[in-house]
Structure formats: C-alpha cells, structure tokens
C-alpha cells in the first residue's frame, strides 16, 4: 500500500540513510581527489569502524554516539597501515594493480572479521534512543537517525574547516590540484598522503560506527556501501564535497524510495541503474570534473 | 541284546547334538562383508539450522553405536554408524548440489539425512534421486520435495523420474499444516481478544500482513495462506504482504510498507535469524507495534536469544517444545531428548531441526531391521512400510507412518502455538502453549490464554 | 606474417608442445580419478581457466571488470533455460548462451568504453548486482531463486568431462590467438597508454569494444558449461565471488598471459577443493576465535587475499613468471652441464 504518509517517512528515512553514505562518499572522495588512488576496499573500513564501535560500546559501557570517537581513530590507523604497506608499493605501477590489491584486502578484512566476529546473525550497536522516535503527526522517525544526521553535519563541518583554515588541508587541496607543483613549493607529498588516506579512512569509521546504529551489520556488509559511495561520487562529481552531500541525499532518498514503491530487491540495484544512466549521458559524471 | 539305558542315552544324545547343531546354524558367523553404515548428515554449519542438526545427529548416532550400532539380519551382526557430515554451508540453493553430490559418488553414503531450507533442498536432493540414495529430509516446508514429478514437464522444477523421487522422505511438517494451525490460531483465539478490546464489531476481518523471504518457501506460505482463509472461510483478510531478498541484513523498508496496510497481525516466513530481527526492527525502528508470528523453524534457542525482550508476548508456530515450561514433559520422550542433548552438549538446548534430525535417525534404525540389508532399495521399501510409535513429534495417530498416494512419503505431525513470555527473573524469554486445547493422547495440554502484547497497536477500524 | 608460416612457427614453438602436453595430461589422468574429482575438481579447473582466460584478455586491452559474473550467469541461464523449455540441444544452448552473453556485452560495452577503468569496474559490478535484481524479480521466467536442474549435452561423468575439455582447449586457443593477432596488439597498446594509441591512429572505442564482446561471449559459455557440470544453476551464479575469481586467477597466474589464467585456475581450485583436509588441523587455531565453530574455510580466504596482495607486491607477473625463471635457470644449467661434457 502505497500512501503519502509513507512517502514521507520513506523520504525523512531517505535522508538519514543517506547521511552515512556522504561520509563513506566523503573519505573515498578526499582520497581519490588526493592521491588519484581507488581504494574498493573502503567499504570494508566501514564494517571494520562499526565493529569497533561495538565492541568499545560492550566492553567499555561507552555511549554508542562517543565510540564514533574510537572507531575513527582505530580505522584511521588501519588506513595509515595500509596506506604504507600496501598502497605505496604499487604507486606509480599498472592502474589495475590498486583494484587488485583492493580486492585482496576485501577477502582479509571480510574473512579476519567473521574470525573474531561470527556471522551467523547480525548485531547491532544498542543505543539509549533505540526504539525511541518523534512523532510529526502520522509519520515518526527515531531519535537514533536524527541524531545520526546531527553527527555527520558536524563532521562534514569539521571536515571544511579543515580544508579551507588548516596547513594541512591547504596542503591537500594543492596537491589534488597540481601535485609536480605542490612538490617543488616544498610540500611533503609523503606526509600529505598519510594524512589523507588516514582521513579518508577516519570518516569510514565514522559511518560505520553510525550504521552499526541504526542498522544491523556483519562481516560481509561492506561491499554494497564501497559501491554506492562511488555511485554519489559520479553522481556528485569528484572532488567536491558539496556534490558529495547532495549525491548521498539524493542516493539515500532514490534508495528508499525504490523499495518502498518496487520491493525489496531494487534496495541496491537502484544504485546502479542510476549510475549506469548517468554515465552513458555523461561518461565524466553529473557535475563531472577533470580527472575522472 | 541292546540294552535300553544305552539306547535312550545315545537318543538323548543325537537329540541334544541335533538341537545344539540347529541352534548353531541359526546363529552363524558374522558375515565377512559387513562394514559400517555411512549415514551422510546434510547440514548447513554456518547456519543455526545446520549446526542444531548435527549436534542432534551425532546425539542419535552416539547412542546406537554405545548399543553396539543396527542389526544388519544379513549379516548376521550389529553394524556401527560413520558419521559423514554433508556441510552445505548456509543450506543455500546454490550450496547444496555439490556437497551432496560428493557425498553420493565420493563417500558413498548409504543414506542422507537432514536438509533444512527448501530452496537448498530441492537442489541438494537431485544427485540423490540421481544415484537413488534414499534421503530423509528434516527440514524443508514445501511438499514439492517428494513429488516432483507432478509438475507441468516444462516447468524447470520438474523431475521426470518416478524410481528416484520414491527415495525422498520427508519428515517435517508442510507449509500447509502450519498455515493451517496459525490462521485456525488467530481466527479462534486472536481475533475474539481484538474485537473485545477494541470493540470491534465481529463482522469485522481481522487483518493480517505477510511477510516473507522471496523464494519458494517464503511465497509458498503467502499463496497458501491465501488459498486457506478462502477454503475454509476465515473471519481474515490478508491486507499486505511484502517479500524480502534471502541476502538481505535489513527490512525497514518492507515494514514500513506493511505498516501502511495497518494490519493486526503479522505472519513472518523466514528462518530463524531474519524472523528475529524483523521482529524488532519492526518494534523498534519503523513502531510496527503489532502481533508477530515465527514460523516452527525458529524453535530454537538462538531465536529466543536473539530476540531478547522485544518479544515478549508474540507468538511462535511449533511442533516441538523443546523449551517446556511445566513440572512434567508433555511428552516425556521430549524430556528425556533434551536432557541427553543439553547433558552432551554442554547446556545447549535442542532446536526443531535436531528433533526431526533425531528421530529420522531411528526411523532409519528400523528401516534397516525391517529390510535386513543396507541395500538402498530394500531400505528405501521398508521406509515406505514404517509404522512405529510416535516419538518426538505428536502424530494424529500417534504412530510415525509415511503416506501413500497423491499425499506421499509425508507424515501428519501436529503443530500448535506457543506464546513467548518474558520471564525478568532469568532474563529469559520462555514459551508457553496457548493453542489448541489439546493433542492425541494429551488432554491438557494448553498451558495459558492467549494474551495481546502490552502496547500492542491493532490495525485501523 | 601470412597464416601457414604463422602456423608452422606455431607447430615447433615450445608453447604449442607444452599446450599439447597440458591437454594430453588432462586427458589421460582423469581414468584415474574418482567421479567426484572428474567431475567437480577437473571441471572446474577447466570452465574457470576458460572463464578467467576471457577476463584476462578484457584486462589485456586495460579494462578490468569487476562484475564478470553477470556475463557467467547470463551464458548458464541462457544455455539452461533453452534447453529445457525449447528442447534445444544443449550443445546448441551452449553456444547461443555465449552469444547473447556477448549480445548484452556490447550493450555494456557500448556504455563503458568511454570509461576510465576504474569506473568500469564500478558499473560492471553494479551490473551483475543489478542482474541478480532482475534474475529475482522475474523469477517466474528465470527460477533462479529457488533454481532448477540442468541437462547436459551427453552423459555426466568420463563423456561430460571430455566434452568440457574440448570446448574448452578451443575457446583458449581462440583467445590465445586473438591475443597474438593484430587485434591484440591494438588491445596492448590501448592499454599502456589509451591516449598515446589515439594519437596513432588506433580506433581505440571499437578495439576496446571488440574486446568486450570476445571476452563476455567466452564467459558466457563458461557460464553454460558452469550449469551443465554443476548440476544445476541458481542465483548463486552471479555471486561477488565469482566475480573476483578469474581476477584473482589470472594475476595471481600471470596477467596477460595465456597460460596464466590456467595456472591460476588450477591453484585456486585446488586449494579450495584441498583445503577442506587441511581444516581438521586447523581446528587447534580455532581455539583462538570462540565465534567460529569451523576456522578452516575463512583462514584460507583471508590467506588467499593475502597472498593476491603479495603476488600484485612483489611478484607482478604472476607465478608464470616464476615457472620461467626456473625453466630458464634449468635450461642454463643443463647448458652448462653440456658445455663441460664438450670439453
């Protein structure tokens, strides 16, 4: 049954939704707007981030909203790990070879997860709000997804402060641009690309440390949102955080949408068709810049 | 002249030789080619299902193995059980045809037994028909399972091979018997509480939604829900149904839509993992306030865990209690099943898969000693000839026998309705049975009445 | 270089006396092997050296699919479904199902040649997740949720596995020679440098176009004899795994070489059809992670991925590369050995 009420609602759990897929989109944006690297193993950042939320949310008794906190910092270290052993050995080599090892990261991550963390059924990070909601008339949403929209405004806050007033976000900036040039003005590129990769995986975390809230989560959930998030990075543009935003409230919205007028199946599907689309009008993306 | 005492002696003594000779011909050697059964146990152990049952079936083999194994008349010995586990995974359709088919032609099993999900079922069945391996299956709610052969010939699951499919059993329940039991549930003792606590006219249908996993099973248990409340003219109106893809980890988006059709009720056709989690998302996230039903393969300790206290007051369809809330067993064979399976397995207690698993073991049992040889036909034969005393499912003749004609190789178990109650004390959820009144040979077996969840929200007017 | 003496070389070359001594070997010892292996292990090595052949020669032109299970289970449902509702000949339904494989290829193709790759590998993976949407929602045409059994195009067992063999040595050796043709040196160059062979004067669209088709049109027919030999085909087909699996085969065996993919397709089946041996001993480590009741499958995934990571690291070119520094370190052995005896 199709009604207004529950367009809405679809449409508020649309934009909630679509809040984690910015950040995820975000820090596989900054990564690739720096360091021209494609990481297909972001996703699996995430999953990692809303682990290790849950286990400091259990273990420690921390509130599920601060071990956000942790889970950046703990994926922000795995990414500079990576960073260093992995992706710096294949740099400047065959532009498959990223995606390969990307793969080979898949399988570790997902198979070292369902080691420590079986896979039977799906957990859930408890939250003080669950079940709680506000009611705007016949339609409620969750304190838990409000909350969660409140949180990624407050990063991505955080985020352009960073960009546009921090040494290191100037240097980052300039080094998406034109890098020979950001080298000979003295910028250490190295260190530029630790930080971002670090970033860019920090903000992973922090979408994962957000969907383990709101939704249920395992081991193998992290390919889907790998995908999607380069859906809204074509959709959105590269490199530009605006686009970003607007294509993961775009894409949350047509996601929800999609199941709730066609059924469960088209959930990620969607995400393609979209995608396919707009790629076969415009194979530089939406909003599409140089350097795809 | 003979003398008479020495002629009776020496009579006596032919006949005790005699005797003695007959008796010893009667109870020969063992014979040189007796071996050990292969009992192939079809388990998916990434899955709650698959890991129940091979806990259950190494519970049974154990036991007839300490007995000294079957009795083989043609072999003239007891013969022990080699337990070959058949590991499908998550008893997913695409998980199931290999393992089997290595069991068949690699081990050579002598039979398979267990098979939990329908889709991983009807696949993992056909190297069995193939290579007529006779194969009790455990699990597995659509009948199509023994009867593929009605099918219209070009429909792909269409099996063109009568000799082979006389080798699937099935024993477990259908989709039939157990949306019959829910929608009699909730006409008879659900909708009367509705209508008197919100003063509903009795005119009014009660309004049940279905949910579903998007496969055979899952759509099987909506059409025939369908075709039920129809035949037999039940005060229930289906107002919404919404399928769900087997892989997904999330179903806001279906309750959501359900939600919408304002239903009172909420049947759910899944496995235990999923059921569990609808259940709270549709409490928790989307305020799905509603009455919950779980299908009989959710019996199982996992699904009480996982649910927790947000399922407290909804229902459970069943077959087997393996959780009996009661000084006394109902069934004291149940008792004794679970005691031994708790005892062995260190506190685990039994789920519905392992019960089916465990007493088609011992139907297996006497099929041998019926048909004296582990010949696959012979066994095959005598498994179509069963006619034991119940076990651990309530039969409607209180024997365990294998049906003949359209309805065949199935058996006709009992199911009734339990309600999960929580129990603050333990933390625990523990069922209760509220429906029906009673079972052959049970004259009292319903423990309570049916009561609606505390903040339950019926659907509109 | 006109076809005959291109032939001849061909004749005398080592590899063409290696390929025979491959197909010899595949022939002969399955006489010796238990029907589960013929038919399970050896099939397998064979369709996926097939299928991750066909992805290699789409990474030779310089797009890497990442989604080149859609075209598998396009080719399996295809060649399954005409085969029981149309009584076409299975041997026939093999063939048309790598056609329409290829039929939908250009059609993606025609959308992703214009692509950088790793945009490619994103719409090719969103493809197959999309397939797997429209495979569901029509099941009542496709049935592959619950799926279905498959026929064959002759007996299962020794006839099956013959059959597999022979149309999988062809379709390799097409590829093989699709690779060392003209064709494939325009596919080389475009994938070095794409901009470069514009300049050139290479029609780099249609090269990278024809490449699409040549290879969705192999996995296709991977993807038919994939149904024939499993049985049946279901849903699962188009599963992420099957997906990374030829990529995984063909770097790990040797990118762009056309005895990398079968190299690596069989190492990676073996080590999947052995492994299961190896985890009772793993079952001590399982004392480690109390989650986990069987360690063994997810410790030889985890040691797989590691093990692409490394190769990609350290050794680019794959284990063929390996195999021919130790056939050369031989050859100059045995050289020297003949050397002293001449003096």
Known sequence: MITTSGLIETLLWGIANGCIYILLATGLNIIFGVMKLVNFAHGQLLMVGAFVAYEVTKVAGLNPYLSILVAMASVALIGIALEKFAFRRIRGTDKLNEIFISLGLIYVFENVATLLWERNYNIRIPSPLAGLSLSLGEVAIGYDRILAMFVVIVILIGLVLLTKKTKIGLAMKATSQKRDTAMLMGINIGKVYIFTFALGAALAGAAGALYGILFPFNPVIGALPTIKAFAIIILGGLGSIPGAVIGGLLYGIAENTAVYLLGGIWQDAIAFALLIGVLVIRPTGLFGEKGE | ??????????????????IAVAVWQMTPAPSAEARNIKMGIVAGMQSVEGQDIERAAKLAIDEINAAGGIWVEEWHTKVKIDFV??????????????????????????????????????????????????????????????????????????????????????????????????????AESVKPKIDAENSFDSSRKLRLAVIHRDDGYGKGVRDVTNSIIAEDSLPIEVVGTAAYAASATTYQSQLISIKEANPDAVYIAGFTADTA?????????????????????????????????????????????????????????????????KTKWNGIISGMMGVDTYDAIYIYKNAVEQAKTLNKTNVKNALEATDMPQSLLIMEN???????????????????????????????????????DTMPGISSFKQRDFDLPENYEPGSP | MDIKTEFTELFHSRKFQYALLVIAFAAVVPLFMSEYAVGHVFTMMLIFAVYASSWNLLAYSGQGSLGHAAFLGIGGFSSALLAISSGVPPIVGLFIGGLFSAAIGLLIGLACVRLKAWFLGMVT?????????????????????DGFATKTMVPRGLPLYYATLAIAASSIV?????????????????????????????????????????????????????????????????????SFMPLIMAVIGGLGTIEGPLIGSIIIVSIEEFMPNIYPFLQPLGALFPGVSNVGPYLMFAGLGLFLILVVIFLPKGITSLLQKAYAYLREDTSKAKKIEET
């Open chain 3, 125 to 145: 993976f969103g493809f197959a997740i999309i397939i797997v949407a429209i495979v569901t929602q029509f099941d009542s045409v496709f049935h592959g949720v």
């Open chain 2, 85 to 186: 586990l058949v590991d499908t995974l998550h008893d997913g359709a695409g998980e199931t045809a290999g393992p089997v088919t290595k069991a068949v032609t690699d081990d050579k099993v002598d039979i398979l037994i267990g098979g939990a999900t329908t889709g991983g079922t009807l696949n993992g069945q056909i190297p069995a028909i193939q290579n007529r391996v006779p194969f009790i299956i455990v699990g597995a709610s659509l009948n199509l399972v023994t009867r593929r052969g009605s099918l219209p010939s070009d429909n792909p699951l269409y099996i063109n091979d009568t000799e082979g499919m006389s080798y699937m059993f099935h024993y477990c329940t259908t989709i039939s018997d157990y949306s019959e039991t829910v929608t009699h549930f909730l």
């Open chain 3, 174 to 242: 097409v590829i093989f020679w699709v690779m060392k043709s003209k064709w494939g040196l325009a596919f080389k160059a475009i994938r070095e440098n794409e901009s470069e062979a514009k300049m050139v004067g290479i029609n780099t669209g249609k090269y990278k176009l024809l490449a699409f088709v040549i290879s969705t049109f192999f996995a296709g027919l991977a993807g038919g004899l994939y149904a024939q030999s499993q049985f049946l085909i279901q849903l699962d087909i188009f599963k992420i795994d099957n």
């Open chain 2, 277 to 341: 989690e609808i259940i709270k998302e549709g409490i928790n996230d989307v305020g799905l306030k509603s009455l919950y039903i779980a299908v009989e393969i959710c019996e199982d300790p996992q699904f009480y865990a996982l649910l927790g206290e947000t399922g407290s007051n909804q229902l459970l369809e069943s077959k087997v209690a393996t959780q009996w809330q009661g000084s006394t067993w109902y069934l004291p064979k149940v008792g004794t099943y679970v005691e031994n399976y």
């Open chain 2, 1 to 18: 002249m003979v003398n008479k005492k020495i002629l009776g002696l020496l009579v006596i003594v032919i006949v005790v030789v005699a």
């Open chain 2, 398 to 436: 209180e024997r365990i026998t294998f049906s003949t004609g359209t309805n065949y190789h199935e058996i006709l178990p009992k199911t009734f309705v339990e309600q999960l109650i929580w129990d603050s004390a333990s933390g625990e959820l523990k069922p209760f049975v509220v429906y029906p």
